[in-house]
Every structure is written in C-alpha cells, then in structure tokens.
C-alpha cells in the first residue's frame, strides 16, 4: 500500500467519523428545533381561536352543540385539527370531522391517538371554554425528515469534497518525496555524490541531510579501502622484492654470505609483517569496528602497558613519571587504542631520541588525562612537523614504516582527543591529551 493511500485512508477515517458526529449532533438539534417551533404552532394556533371567540358577536355556546366549522373559519394552518369544548366536556365546535373526539380534560401537550392515528395535542383554557388544537405525528414526522434530509445534503457534499481535497492535497504534500525518489533512482549505482533535490520542505530535509551523510560515510570507506591497496602495494614491493633477492642470494652462495642473505630476509620478513600490522591496525581505526571491550583501564594501566609494549620489549630507557591519582582516573576511551596510541609514541621516540632516555609523565586535568612524552634526540626541523602524521613520511633514514604516528593522528580523531607536538634543540615533546570517564 502506498503512502498516499495509507495517509488518505487514516485522514478519510478521521474527516468521516468527525463529519457523522457533526452531522448526527447537527441534525439531532434540528429535529428538536423542528419540533419545538411545531409545538409552538399548536400554540399560537390555539391563541389564535381564542381571540376570534372573543370577536364573535354571541357565546358560541350559543350556536348549538353539534356546530362545526372550517379551517378557514378558525383561520387554522391546513392539515391541523381544532377543537373548542366547554369546561364540561361539551364540543361547542370543531374543524375535525373525524368521529372520534380529542381528550381536553388536560391542559397542556399531550400524544394522543384518534381514529387509529397518532395526533399531537395542546389544550388551552380561556375563559368558559377549552382549545385544543392538534396535528398528526405522521405529517409532523414527514415534515421533519424533508427538511433533515435537505439538511444532509451540503453535509454530504462537504464531506466528499473534503476527501477529495484530501487526496488531492497528499499528492501535492508528497511530490517533494517523489522527486527525491525518482533523483535516487536516476543515480548510478556507484555514484557517492551527494544528492541535491531543490524545493523540499523543512520535515524533509533532515532526510536529505542524512542521506548525503551515508553517501558520505560510503565515499570515505570506498577510499580508506583504496589507499589500503595502494599502500598495501607501495610499501610491500620493496620488502617483498628484497626478500627475493636475499633468498636468491642465499641459494647460490654458502658460507657467511649465504647466512648474511638469510639474515637479511628475515629482516625483511620483520618490516613487512610490521608494515601489515600497521596498516591493519589503520585500516580498523578509520574504521566502524568497535575496540571497546568493556573493560576500564585507569591511566596508570595504561601508560604502564604501553612502556611495556613499547620498544619491542626493551624499555629500559623509557622513564615513568606518574601521580598519585593516576589510577582513580580512567580514560572516556578503549583500552587498546589508547595504548596503541601511547606506545606508537614512544616506539617513535625510542628510534628517533638516540642513546638517551625517553621520558614519559601522565597529567590529570579538567576532565582530560594528559601524556607527555619526551625524548633528546636531535628533534624535527619546524617546517617538517606538518608532516609527521602523513602515512609513509619518514625522517630522513628512519628504519620504520611510516604509519605509527598516521595511527596515532587516526586514534586522536576517533575518540575526540588532541595530539601536539612541539620540538626544541634539546628533543622532541609530544602532548597526547584523551578524555576521561566522568566520576560515578
């Protein structure tokens, strides 16, 4: 079922349930009226004959007991009946000419049924005599319905217009979401751009909005796989082809050569499985893969896992400096990201700081915990510090991969934190700052 439909039938629903209730409220308060101003009739009608029995020139009593008279003669409407008895129950006249006579022993309204039919009755005393004037409930119900059914007719009216206005109404509301429909289905099936559809109204355009932002999303994973087979591709043909050539080396020498060449594509061997892990590690970060695994880790278990990982297992020059809430403040992100990140620092540190130590000092602050790490090696030219979370940049003859500070940059980003780096004569600093779990 389509929308329209859908729509159409709920708010036809709606329109006819309240037009009836209108409708039936409508014309219950127009029958009473109706009967009411037909009461009144009666009335009027009786007061009328009273005030032509003044006017005679003799008491009617006068004229005999069996005296009958037009309605022209009491002037009364056509189709109603008129009685005038004296306070003894004699007809002095009358304008009915069934046989039958109408109780007037009551003043007031009354329903009555005379020769069979259904009559309704007002008695009114004045003076010596009694009035009663009286028509039948079948006129009077003829009478209502004729005019309650031309009463119905604009309701009916009103209310098919307004369902088709409704129809008409939806189509027009919905054409916005049409035209963004028919722009999706214009599109090719690797298209990413984002989509533009002019003339939407406010209620659509948050679904514009995160429509463009999948496509988005789409485009940043289609590149973030790209440039893994790129870099995949760059960086394993060089250890891929010296780890041939070492092993070819190997083959057709013996002796301390051959044991050199072999040592050779082990190193070899070692590069490219760290470049693998590297980019994996990138790869899953960029990512939507989750890395938390529920557990917290305060910054003293992180920055002590980090300077055990680090240095491939060495870390004997790496210099801990901690406080003492360091471990009652617990990190706003994963675990292993934080150390991956932490470590990567100071692996970076450890090759670039020379012989010296690398020191490595946790802050606490403002709800964000801070790492510092510092080495004294020669430190980064100012105009190369722009560079150093590029993928594959490399100092000079460093003998990593390139992509530890890339991750590092990629870890900052996905969990909201800041990276800084500042370098001096006498080393390198770098400000790794992430935010902290909030008390409680």
């Known amino acids: 079922m389509s929308l329209r439909v859908r729509l159409s039938l709920i708010l036809g629903s709606a329109f006819i349930v309240i037009w009836v209730l209108a409708a039936a409220w ?9 009967m009411f101003s037909l009461d009144q009739r009666l009335v009027a009608s009786a007061r009328m004959v009273a005030g032509l029995i003044d006017q005679l020139p003799q008491p009617l009593a006068a004229k005999g007991q069996e005296a009958h008279f037009s309605a022209d003669q009491f002037s009364v409407p056509d189709g109603m009946a008129c009685q005038v008895s004296s306070l003894r129950g004699e007809i002095l006249a009358s304008n009915h000419k069934h046989d039958g006579a109408m109780d007037d022993q009551r003043s007031g309204f009354r329903d009555q049924t005379i020769d069979g039919a259904s009559w309704r009755t007002f008695t009114y005393n004045h003076g010596d005599v009694r009035i009663t004037t009286a028509d039948r409930h079948m006129e009077r119900e003829a009478l209502n319905q004729s005019i309650l059914l031309a009463a119905s007719a604009p309701v009916l009216m009103a209310l098919l217009g307004s369902l088709g206005l409704v129809w008409i109404g939806l189509g027009k509301g919905l054409a916005p979401l049409n035209r963004m429909r028919d722009a999706l289905r214009r599109r090719r099936a690797d298209s990413v751009e984002p989509l533009r559809v002019a003339g939407l109204p406010s ?19 289609i590149e973030r796989e790209r440039r893994l ?62 890395f938390d ?52 620092l100071l692996d970076n540190a ?52 390139g992509l530890g500070l890339a991750i590092v940059q990629a870890i900052v980003q996905r969990c909201a934190g800041s990276l800084r780096f500042d370098s001096q004569a006498d080393g390198l600093r770098v400000w790794l700052q992430v935010p902290a779990r909030p008390a409680g």
Request: hydrophobic share 40%; proline share 4%; with cysteine.
């Open 26 to 34: 409508m014309l219950r308060d127009l029958r009473q009226q109706m």
């Open 203 to 221: 209620e659509l355009q948050p679904l514009l909005d995160t429509q463009n932002q999948l496509f988005l999303r789409i485009a940043q994973t």
């Open 229 to 290: 087979t790129d870099d995949a591709a760059h960086e394993l043909r060089s250890p891929l082809t010296a780890i041939k050539t070492h092993l070819q080396v190997a083959r057709m020498t013996d002796g301390a050569i051959r044991e050199q060449a072999l040592e050779h594509a082990e190193q070899g061997a070692d590069r490219m499985h760290r470049t693998l892990e590297q980019l994996l590690m990138l790869a899953r970060v960029e990512g939507s893969l989750s």
């Open 293 to 344: 695994d529920g557990v917290q880790c305060s910054a003293e278990q992180v920055a002590r896992q980090a300077v055990q990982d680090a240095g491939g297992g060495d870390n004997r020059r790496i210099l801990l400096r901690l406080p003492d809430e360091a471990a009652q403040v617990y990190l706003g992100m994963p675990a292993p990201l934080a150390v991956a990140a932490l470590r990567n």
């Open 350 to 401: 450890l090759r670039h700081g020379g012989d010296a130590a690398v020191e490595l000092e946790v802050q606490a602050r403002d709800g964000q915990v801070g790492f510092l790490v510092r080495d004294h090696g020669p430190g980064i030219p100012e105009e190369d510090l722009q560079h150093l979370t590029e993928r594959f940049w490399r100092n000079g003859q460093s003998g990593g991969c």
